[in-house]
């Protein structure tokens, strides 16, 4: 079965800190896609990045960047010197071409950044 | 760009109430979703679609409806509400040789 970890629920930091969010992924499928979304206070949901099973390059755009490890199952997101406006809730996804491309979720992790 | 549009946004049910939850995508996607998000649990797979005409139970499937008559339609049936069902709902599409699901604003659903 697949599954995604998201074992912070909570993380508070003062502005202009670095923070990482973990994510950590179960499952077979040799090709298989992740994702990470904002859901910013006012509720929607932001599509932030996809990363393929196969390429295992790390990612930055602008203050945010993305360690992607196959080895400990791991798809990491730092944001470099935190803004307010990167207060929300991220989550973590999966999907894979045998599982439909059903999204499997993490529950998420509060970011709160103080000014 | 419109992209995935869901009405009402806003909905207070009364125990026992229908209602129908719209989803409009003007993408051309053949799948289509209905989520909803409760605290603490992330986003949850109700129905699904992967084409006109064909629906999929998701998740947690019991005590709603859906129907897709159009491509771009994927209406959420709640027939007799219950205040389990108070939640925040999320509609998404993805085209079929795609594998990034873009989402609506969401539907925040109070059942009293």
């Known amino acids: 079965a697949q599954k995604v970890t998201q074992a912070q629920t909570e993380i508070s930091v003062v502005e202009k800190e670095d923070v990482t969010l973990d994510c950590v992924y179960e499952?077979?499928?040799?090709?298989?896609?992740l994702f990470w979304y904002k859901q910013p206070p006012s509720g929607e949901l932001v599509f932030l990045i996809r990363?393929?099973?196969?390429d295992e390059q790390n990612e930055i755009s602008g203050r945010y960047s993305w360690n992607f490890q196959k080895s400990t199952s791991s798809f990491n997101f730092t944001i470099t010197a935190s803004q307010v406006v990167d207060s929300a809730v991220y989550f973590c996804?999966?999907?894979?071409?045998?599982?439909?491309?059903?999204?499997?979720w993490g529950a998420g992790t509060k970011l709160i950044i103080k000014p | 760009n419109a992209g995935v549009t869901q009405t009402p946004k806003f909905r207070v049910l009364k125990t026992g109430q229908s209602m129908t939850l719209l989803c409009a995508q003007d993408m051309n996607h053949e799948y289509m979703y209905w989520y909803r998000q409760d605290p603490g649990m992330g986003l949850r797979l109700i129905h699904y679609?992967?084409?006109?005409?064909?629906?999929a139970k998701g998740e947690v499937p019991d005590g709603y409806n859906v129907s897709r008559l159009k491509k771009q339609n994927f209406l959420l049936g709640l027939e007799s509400a219950a205040p389990s069902q108070t939640s925040v709902y999320f509609c998404?599409?993805?085209?079929?040789?795609?594998?990034?699901?873009?989402f609506g604003e969401g539907s925040w659903l109070t059942v009293v």
């Open positions: 996804a999966l999907t894979s071409p045998d599982s439909n491309y059903q999204l499997i």
């Open positions: 998404a599409s993805r085209e079929s040789s795609g594998n990034t699901i873009y």
């Open positions: 990363r393929n099973s196969f």
């Open positions: 679609s992967v084409g006109e005409g064909t629906t």
């Open positions: 499952t077979r499928d040799t090709t298989y896609y």
